[in-house]
């Protein structure tokens, strides 16, 4: 796997059996040994400097079930088992209210 300059890498977070894009987080090397060693989705805060692990403190917790990285290796693919919302609003996803464009009809 290719780490950036700051030792990090992009984790697209989606659940498992729907395929439905929940979050895109960052890890280092530790963050995803943490989340292969216990199976619950750890990531790194670049603003708070520190690890995280999803639902800690909400309870909204991730079951990773399959940890996947792109064909570079610069991108992981975390696919997960969510509870409840995945994103820090409570919203099921990160996505929900960010509509930029739709495609026109033909």
């Known amino acids: 796997m290719r780490f950036n300059a ?3 890498i ?14 895109v987080a960052w890890m280092d090397a530790e963050a995803l040994r943490r989340t292969l ?3 619950a989705g750890t990531y790194w805060s670049r603003s708070r400097q520190e690890y995280w692990v ?9 079951r990773v079930v399959e940890v996947r990285r792109d064909c570079d290796g610069d991108t992981l693919l975390v696919l997960v088992d969510q509870t409840d919302g995945a994103c ?3 919203d099921r ?3 929900d ?3 930029i464009a739709a495609p026109s009809p033909a």
């Open 6 to 8: 700051d030792g990090l």
């Open 10 to 23: 992009c984790a697209v977070v989606q659940q498992y059996d729907t395929r439905e894009v929940l979050m």
């Open 37 to 39: 060693s216990t199976g």
């Open 54 to 62: 999803k639902g800690a403190t909400s309870g909204h917790t991730q």
């Open 88 to 90: 820090h609003t409570g």
């Open 93 to 95: 996803t990160c996505f």
């Open 97 to 99: 209210a960010g509509l």
